[in-house]
């Protein structure tokens, strides 16, 4: 928090001399330059048209689609993997990556948002329900609920420090399976779409320090 | 002309000694030095220290004195911390978001009087510590504020512990299923068995007053105690065995924020069990008794509630005897149980074997309450924070746990009145010793915890400036007595010899001026941007500083500051001399709250606006005011003998080219008051043309001009005298690199003879 203070005033019937003069405009040029600080900058003293675009932060926007899970399959092929399938894959798919690139030390806010339509009960009336989570290089930085309304939006924000470099977000979800009636642990074997997945959008916003 | 021409460059600082040394000055006022030539330079003033908060003094507008302040850099300069008192409050400046303001941190505190110490700060760690011999001593955290984002609280917190932590209440252990409602508050818990076989437990009434454990498989070796057997009734309605208890007293301590670890609690009442027995359940009416074999051979389960900590507790400690069987069997001993790392849970299990129990509690006097709580003074050194007793217990000294300021032991003081030599009235830090400030004596502290020394330094120097006193790198410390300035030099270690020496003389004069019962709130700091140390003190009869002495390094010369209203002082982690107004609102000029000695020479005041372009007629705005009056005057020069009588014709000054601005001369003869005053002149070079000036170029022409190092001849016209001496004084700029006289000395021309009576 370097402050820069009157190094030299030039007075009034004064030399104007090149020592002098470098000194006291040394001393506010340090305020716009090298030692930019925002403590000693006046109070709004920038103003956004002043910013190169950019310059404090970094925006994506990416449409994320992903084959969304819509079917049961047979047993060899799941087609997708839900929590109560005995060939249980560990919960959460991994279903899209987003790539960041370019990114300085700051705060990381994501907002991922998307419209999914389940099939509400199984044919055992078991409720059935879809869930997202974020994960920011690796690890996860924001996981929602289950949901179980029938069509709804979902939605995840968070907001994280991220160190410099690339990242990598990573969306992933899981599902509860359909149950066949007669196997109730088995891989249903019905041909019915069990969620419906669209309108996928990330928003990353990289604040720089 | 044929005279003697006699030169006095380089300039020295001023000595008010008689006879005077060579080259010094009778008085020296509102000077630096120059660093290119080493002379005399006096452009300097003083700024806002927040210069960027419009036409008034905000957010300082509507304080008075500032009593102490303090400038906490942390992360190499990266965080600067402005603390500071004023009317009672303890304050820090916010100097960041979107406006700049000053929150308090601490109110409805002690005005210092004006003979009284104001507060003393030693930062160490995370936190900066605060005592001022009135008020709660303060820990302030500064970073990170603690509440939201839009209402951030400052980070303050109590130093030490004030009190000891309540003791925590265990919950009784009922050992019986079939006991049940009348055992409010009980629950049975028992360990060697899993839920399933404790069946009888479903039939219990569970409602608020009962808390019950999920069990699990892994805690089948633990619980309390050992295994005790069940006691199963006879046929005949007796026990073959005495009754077996189980027993145990808690203690807690409090983990704050700094680490320290508070005082352990006092014990605990008695949890007390007695192992299972045969019930009979329907006395008088036959021997219908149940009994549960499986309960016996179990441990169990302690259930404690445990005392929240005061603001600042990041964690509570648990200790617990081992097994004292009916109370009295055994010693007790306490053991190290858990650590909950948090300030709100209120209940904690205790299932911990006694077999692993091992590290044992501190005792009571390896923490105590906060020794001192209207400790006026406060240092670090060797880790330890130092504190005095208080007025009230003037000659104690107490120190902390190292890297736990707020951590006491009992035995961790020394009293240092058993010498002459009056109250402890500041500490300082240097090297490996403390230095013991006190009204007739310096003491110091060395060697290191737990085994401190504490030896006297001089009796025959004393202070009650705390807070004139610093380190000078290289030289030693600094710090102004009741008589003067002194050096401490040196080491107590490794054969080096420690000096005390005065270091004032050359401004006995100015020294004598001081108001001692003022001292102390006399302030000084040393600045290693200017290389020079500043001490301010009340004179003249003043009750607050109104005069400054600077010790220049570059020359080890003084001279005195005039007019700057200084109250406070403390140096940023650049060297910027920061300082808080020693009037406030209420001063002439308006000006309120914190500035910074720099190279601005027109200081700003408070105006009423009377009719200006786009202003309003009333409002208050500042303007220039005057820059500080700087003052050179020569010493009495006798030329060698002060017998003879000598013409001075002309004092050519040595200095660097300014302007047009004039610099004007008196002149005094025979240690007269009143002088003459010669023709001003204008810092130009007399027979070269004109250099330009600001108001009359163009600065996009031509060349830049540089300052020249030239002679101004002053014309000197008094007659013969013993003594000559000279004086500038001006507002203008100058940089005053010597000087030279030209004299002529009549043959035989002496001094008249004595008066006679």
Not at chain 1, 4 to 28: I, M, V
Not at chain 2, 187 to 211: C, D, E, K, M, V
Not at chain 2, 515 to 537: G, I, M, Q
Request: proline fraction near 6%.
């Amino acid at each position: 928090m370097a402050k820069r203070w009157t190094e030299r005033e030039q007075r009034s019937k004064n030399l104007p001399t090149a020592d002098g003069f470098n000194r006291e405009y040394d001393s506010l040029r340090g305020w716009a330059n090298a030692g930019v600080d925002r403590t000693s900058l006046p109070v709004s003293a920038i103003t956004p048209p002043m910013v190169q675009q950019n310059a404090f932060c970094k925006v994506f926007v990416e449409d994320v689609e992903f084959g969304a899970p819509s079917r049961g399959g047979s047993a060899d092929d799941p087609q997708f993997y839900g929590l109560t399938y005995e060939k249980y894959f560990g919960g959460f798919y991994p279903a899209v990556e987003v790539s960041l690139a370019g990114l300085h030390e700051g705060m990381m806010h994501l907002e991922f948002k998307c419209w999914v339509a389940l099939l509400k009960v199984d044919d055992q009336m078991n409720p059935q329900f879809v869930e997202f989570r974020l994960k920011y290089n690796g690890q996860t930085v924001c996981e929602g609920g289950p949901c179980y309304m029938a069509a709804t939006n979902y939605f995840l924000v968070c907001d994280f420090p991220i160190a410099g470099g690339d990242g990598t977000v990573a969306i992933e979800y899981r599902v509860a399976a359909p149950i066949d009636s007669t196997h109730a642990t088995a891989v249903s074997s019905t041909d019915v779409p069990v969620m419906y997945y669209g309108g996928g959008q990330l928003l990353a916003i990289g604040r720089w320090r | 002309m044929k005279g003697k021409r006699f030169e006095q460059t380089p300039l020295g600082g001023v000595s008010e000694l008689i006879p005077q040394a060579d080259k010094a000055a009778t008085e020296i006022v509102n000077f630096t030095v120059h660093n290119q030539t080493s002379g005399w330079d006096n452009r300097i003033g003083y700024e806002r220290y927040l210069s960027s908060t419009g036409g008034t003094f905000a957010p300082f507008d509507s304080l008075g004195r500032i009593d102490s302040l303090f400038i906490w850099s942390r992360h190499q300069g990266a965080q600067q911390w402005v603390v500071f008192e004023s009317g009672g409050t303890l304050y820090y400046l916010k100097d960041y978001g979107s406006s700049r303001a000053i929150e308090a941190l601490d109110v409805l505190r002690t005005t210092p009087t004006a003979t009284e110490a104001p507060a003393s700060y030693a930062p160490y760690g995370r936190f900066l510590y605060t005592v001022n011999g009135n008020d709660k001593p303060v820990r302030y955290g500064a970073w990170p504020h603690g509440g939201s984002i839009t209402s951030p609280t400052a980070p303050v917190y109590d130093v030490g512990w004030a009190s000891l932590p309540p003791s925590p209440t265990p919950w009784g252990v009922h050992t019986r299923p079939e006991d049940g409602a009348q055992f409010g508050g009980s629950i049975a818990i028992w360990a060697r068995g899993n839920q399933q076989s404790l069946a009888p437990l479903s039939g219990f009434p569970f409602n608020l007053t009962y808390r019950t454990l999920d069990w699990e498989s892994a805690w089948n070796a633990i619980g309390l105690g050992d295994e005790k057997p069940s006691r199963k009734m006879a046929e005949d309605g007796t026990f073959a065995v005495a009754q077996i208890f189980s027993s145990y007293r808690y203690k807690v301590s409090f983990i704050n924020n700094a680490g320290s670890e508070s005082p352990v609690s006092q014990a605990s009442g008695l949890v007390v069990w007695s192992q299972p027995e045969s019930l009979n359940i329907a006395p008088g009416e036959g021997d219908v008794t149940v009994y549960h074999p499986e309960f016996g051979g179990k441990r169990w389960i302690v259930g404690l509630e445990i005392p929240a900590g005061p603001v600042g507790t990041i964690a509570r400690k648990i200790y617990r005897t081992k097994d004292l069987g009916d109370g009295t069997e055994a010693a007790e001993v306490y053991y190290y149980v858990g650590q909950v790392t948090n300030n709100t849970e209120t209940f904690y299990f205790d299932n911990l074997g006694d077999n692993q129990q091992i590290t044992l509690a501190p005792v009571d006097g390896d923490s105590t309450i906060f020794p001192a709580t209207s400790a006026r003074f406060c240092s670090i050194f060797k880790d330890c924070l130092f504190i005095d007793g208080g007025s009230s217990n003037e000659t104690a000294v107490f120190w902390s746990n190292p890297g736990f300021p707020d951590t006491f032991r009992a035995t961790d003081y020394a009293d240092v009145g058993t010498r002459e030599g009056g109250g402890i009235t500041g500490f300082h830090a240097h090297y490996n010793y403390l230095l013991i400030l006190r009204q007739r004596s310096v003491d110091y502290v060395s060697g290191n915890y737990p085994d401190f020394r504490i030896s006297p330094l001089s009796q025959s120097v004393g202070t009650t400036a705390a807070n004139a006193i610093n380190t000078i790198p290289d030289l030693g410390v600094i710090f102004l007595a009741n008589d003067g300035v002194y050096v401490v030099h040196g080491g107590f270690e490794g054969g080096a010899v420690v000096e005390i020496k005065r270091i004032s003389d050359p401004i006995m004069k100015t020294i004598e001026r001081m108001n001692k019962d003022a001292l102390p709130r006399a302030v000084a700091c040393y600045s290693h941007k200017w290389k020079e140390w500043h001490c301010y003190f009340a004179a003249d009869g003043h009750d607050r500083p109104n005069l400054g002495i600077v010790l220049h390094l570059d020359k080890m010369a003084w001279s005195v500051r005039e007019n700057f209203p200084v109250g406070a002082l403390s140096t940023t982690f650049d060297g910027d001399i920061v300082f808080g107004h020693v009037e406030g609102q209420t001063s002439e000029t308006g000006q309120a709250g914190l500035f910074v000695i720099t190279g601005r020479r027109t200081l700003s005041k408070k105006a009423e606006v009377s009719s200006e372009a786009g202003k309003q007629q009333g409002q208050i705005v500042l303007v220039d005011n005057v820059a500080p009056i700087a003052r050179y005057r020569s010493k009495w020069h006798d030329f060698g003998d002060p017998n003879k009588k000598k013409k001075v014709h002309f004092v050519y000054l040595y200095a660097l080219t300014g302007g047009d601005n004039t610099i004007p001369m008196t002149y005094f003869k025979d240690y007269d008051y009143v002088g003459t005053a010669a023709p001003a002149a204008r810092p130009q070079m007399p027979d070269a043309p004109d250099q330009g000036i600001y108001d009359s170029i163009k600065t996009d022409l031509g060349l830049w001009e540089e300052e020249r190092l030239t002679e101004f001849r002053y014309p000197i016209s008094q007659g013969s005298c013993s003594n000559f001496q000279f004086e500038i004084q001006t507002t203008n700029d100058v940089v005053l690199v010597g000087y030279a006289l030209e004299l002529t000395s009549p043959e035989g021309t002496k001094i008249v003879q004595g008066k006679r009576v």
